[in-house]
């Protein structure tokens, strides 16, 4: 049988080579131009993230949230490390801070501007996280950890979650703010505050998760 199957596989490469693929009837406005239209935004992935494909997105916020609460759980029954060995060498601490600040303003930078160019909230929290954590690597883990309680960080996240939620179920039954002018800060409606929220969202979990896996794992 091992001859039939090589025959079909050279009939494909022989298909795939000299036989053209059918140009698709496409509508003279293109899909992009029509997400364009539609969402009030140049950057299409925001729009189909926060608008065509909300209901996948809700799911994925709730999906990330669920992950830091596993990792607090699983975590939450071993000893924490009693000594954490940290980068203390000078060229180390100023690489990773200048690193941090860099990320922290791409940060700001994609949350604010994500949904009229390339990134978004996600993007945008990840950015916060690696900032977080190139000062976690540097810093002391309990003043670390005590600024995360000092400023209520657990407490922003749950909140950023919850409201993420309420607006795409307002988003879901239809009804929307002003999309504003094409490639201004304020266009978009709902999507960028959505980008925002996903944003603080992501550098919030992305912080608790840094601080438990140091807390009981260390860092080297």
Request: charged share 10%.
């Amino acid at each position: 049988m091992n001859w039939v199957y090589l025959i079909a596989v050279i009939a494909l490469f022989l298909k795939i080579l000299f036989i053209p693929h059918p140009e698709a009837n496409m509508p003279a406005l293109s899909i992009v131009e029509a997400i364009i239209e539609d969402s009030g935004i140049p950057n299409t992935v925001s729009a189909i993230i926060f608008r065509n494909r909300l209901y996948d997105t809700i799911f994925e916020v709730v999906v990330f949230s669920i992950a830091i609460l596993g990792a607090s759980f699983l975590l939450a029954n071993e000893k924490p490390v009693t000594k954490i060995h940290q980068f203390t060498d000078q060229p180390s601490v100023i690489l990773a801070r200048l690193g941090a600040t860099i990320a922290a303003l791409v940060s700001i930078e994609l949350g604010l501007r994500g949904h009229l160019s390339p990134g978004g909230g996600f993007a945008a929290g990840v950015a916060g996280g690696t900032a977080i954590s190139l000062v976690a690597i540097t810093s002391n883990s309990e003043w670390m950890y005590t600024i995360y309680k000092r400023y209520h960080a657990a407490i922003w996240e749950k909140i950023s979650v919850l409201v993420f939620l309420v607006l795409s179920a307002i988003t879901l039954m239809g009804l929307e703010l002003p999309q504003g002018e094409l490639g201004a800060l304020n266009s978009g409606g709902i999507i960028p505050i959505l980008n925002l929220i996903v944003a603080v969202k992501v550098a919030l979990g992305s912080w608790a998760v840094v601080l438990i896996f140091i807390r009981y794992r260390g860092l080297l």
